[in-house]
């Protein structure tokens, strides 16, 4: 099993970044997608996630109305638009994928910062 993010990296405040997640090794869309960000000396919270077949979707109050989840089942890809870009959302991001098994990738970082 794996998962992959990419797209992370440093951007001002007000800007957009989109990351993904490449998940290899089991059935992806039986999973239920998630995105977590864990920020320096905090303990690792969700972000949004996304069911199976990709029709519902979760966030977290601090990030609605600015960040997007979707997926692409075709291929094995979740992702996580974010707009409006705050420092605060400066964070770890990390791909999770849960079902049978609870899969974790190693994260990107995302840095927001003028």
């Known amino acids: 099993v794996q998962l992959v993010e990419s797209g992370g990296g440093l951007v001002q405040p007000g800007g957009s970044l989109r990351l993904s997640c490449a998940a290899s090794?089991?059935?992806?869309?039986?999973?239920?997608m998630s995105w977590y960000r864990q920020a320096p000396g905090k303990e690792r919270e969700l972000a949004a996630n996304?069911?199976?077949?990709?029709?519902?979707?979760n966030y977290a109050d601090s990030v609605k109305g600015r960040f997007t989840i979707s997926r692409d089942n075709a291929k094995n890809t979740v992702y996580l638009q974010m707009n409006s870009l705050k420092p605060e959302d400066t964070a770890v991001y990390y791909c999770?994928?849960?079902?049978?098994?609870?899969?974790w990738g190693r994260g990107t970082q995302v840095t927001v910062s003028s």
């Open positions: 999770n994928a849960k079902a049978r098994g609870d899969y």
């Open positions: 996304i069911g199976g077949a990709g029709r519902s979707t």
């Open positions: 090794g089991f059935t992806f869309s039986s999973y239920i």
